[in-house]
């Protein structure tokens, strides 16, 4: 199954901060390398903290194309109780990857918050109307 991610690159979103293309970039070819390409990629129902616990867990990323924004995430759902809610709720609306994430941030000219650096800490699958 395919999701997108919730990540737009070089304009505002609804916080008013701004994800240069590259940074993102950058951040999801290292999430690919720390995370998918170990199979560490677990995700869960809603806004992820920092760790996920696996009784939390719904599904796992096994491959993020990132060569386009919007990034798309390639998912297998798990066979968790979070695994079976999700693969009930997913067909009913448009849902959405969502990250947690660690940024370094910077003010330009024009006062707008602009990402530096990035790194994705972990994922989980939101309703595209809640995402900033």
């Known amino acids: 199954m395919k999701i997108k991610f919730n990540l737009k690159a070089d304009i505002p979103n609804l916080n008013n ?15 690919n390398k720390k995370f998918v390409e170990s199979g560490q990629a677990i995700g869960q129902i809603g806004q992820p903290c920092n760790k996920i616990k696996l009784s ?7 491959k993020i194309k990132s060569n386009n924004t919007p990034y798309v995430a ?19 609306n ?8 660690v940024c370094d941030l910077k003010e ?8 530096k650096h990035m790194i994705i800490e972990s994922v989980g699958v939101e309703l595209k ?4």
């Open 17 to 31: 901060v701004i994800y240069p293309k590259d940074v993102l970039d950058d951040a999801i070819n290292e999430y």
């Open 56 to 62: 939390d867990a719904a599904f796992i990323i096994k």
């Open 74 to 92: 390639e998912i297998d759902i798990l066979e968790t109780k979070q695994g079976k809610i999700l693969k009930q709720i997913l067909p009913l």
């Open 94 to 101: 448009d849902y959405r990857i969502v990250t947690c994430s």
């Open 108 to 115: 330009n000219k024009k006062q707008e918050t602009i990402v």
């Open 129 to 132: 109307s809640n995402c900033v």
